[in-house]
């Protein structure tokens, strides 16, 4: 009887070492079998020192568009009160995007796109012909779009925050950047971009498994805004 007891004692014991979960590691971050990987990497950006440099990058931002750039004290440029005029015209933002007659009116045609002219129909209903709104609006496009690019470049290099860090800024500092940065005609780049990673973010960090069809259609609605 005894002899039983002990076997089945030294069994339970095999069943559990042979039960247990195993833990692998994907930059640094443990992942557990039966735990999801997009819900692991996921809770891996929103740790503390992403987020202490996900603000940092935040306060690097507000010195350079207010503190450099002056952006809330610059003033119209060029013909961006006809633009804003004829957003003002629109009634239903619908009618930007089927409705030929609305973009072809507008300036020569040739250089207008749907989502420019929404970019200034949502300056006008929300702020009104202000242009502390409208480039208040293109500071926070830079700060999304700023922030969706760091989440994106942490996950392609596994979870390299300091290279994400600085890839992050070293983008801010583009010229290229600076020119779309500095003018509201150009703010539909920039929001461009920003859609563009938006899309590429719900990929990653969507979950893969049972809801397939609403990472895809997301991603396919901020890729359609690009």
């Known amino acids: 009887m005894r002899d039983t007891h002990l076997l089945t004692l030294n069994l339970k014991e095999t069943l559990k070492t042979q039960m247990k979960i195993p833990a692998g590691f994907r930059g640094g971050t443990p992942l557990l079998c039966g735990v999801p990987r997009a819900r692991t990497e996921a809770a891996g950006i929103l ?13 690097l931002g507000v010195g350079y568009t207010v503190g450099y750039l002056k952006l809330p004290s610059r003033w119209w440029y060029a013909d961006d009160p006809a633009m804003f005029a004829s957003a003002a ?13 609305v973009i072809r009116n507008l300036g020569g045609g040739s250089g207008m796109v749907p989502m420019q002219l929404l970019s200034f129909w949502v300056d006008v209903r929300c702020g009104g012909f202000s242009t502390q709104f409208a480039y208040a609006h293109q500071i926070g496009s830079f700060f999304l779009t700023g922030l969706l690019l760091y989440a994106l470049v942490l996950h392609s290099l596994n979870r390299d925050r300091l290279a994400a860090f600085f890839l992050t800024v070293l983008w ?33 960090h969507l979950p893969a498994a049972g809801a397939a069809w609403r990472r895809w259609s997301l991603s396919g609605i901020c890729l359609s805004l690009t």
């Open 89 to 101: 015209a629109v009634s239903n933002p619908a009618q930007i995007f089927i409705q030929p007659g």
């Open 47 to 59: 740790d503390r020192p992403s987020i202490l440099l996900a603000a940092c990058l935040l306060v």
């Open 172 to 204: 801010a500092m583009l010229l290229s950047t600076l020119a779309v940065l500095q003018y509201i005609s150009a703010r539909h780049y920039l929001e461009g971009l920003l859609f563009s990673a938006l899309a590429l973010n719900l990929l990653v």
